[in-house]
């Protein structure tokens, strides 16, 4: 087997996390599943959800009909209103907090 083969064979898992932006500490996360799961799904039936309960939560776009707090996207040939331009430039500064937890979370299965 080829190295490309085996990097294609190699199996992965889908992983439900919530941090805080402001501390970047990994509060919740889901049990993993298979890496072919949807993200809407595994947010769910990785016990995720039901572990944040009612708190707000951000995530990136994968996540449409969760109640999860989103990007706002422009229609085709519309322009986005002052109000969610700046709600989105907010948004990402969260989410790259965020994404820091994901990457000590990634940094810490590679050297565990």
């Known amino acids: 087997m080829t190295a490309d083969q085996e990097k294609r064979s190699a199996s992965s898992c889908a992983l ?18 298979p890496g072919n799961r949807n993200d809407c799904k ?46 989105n430039k907010t948004h990402k500064q969260v989410r790259a907090r965020v994404e820091h937890v994901f990457a000590r979370l990634h940094n810490l299965s590679l050297t565990g």
């Open 16 to 33: 439900s996390a919530r941090g805080t932006a402001d501390t970047r500490l990994v509060l919740v996360v889901g049990l993993p599943l």
């Open 42 to 87: 595994a947010w769910e039936k990785s016990g995720a959800k039901a572990a944040v309960g009612e708190a707000m939560t951000t995530a990136d776009g994968g996540y449409p009909g969760t109640g999860l707090v989103m990007l706002h996207r422009r229609r085709k040939g519309e322009d986005l209103p002052v109000w969610k331009q700046a709600h």
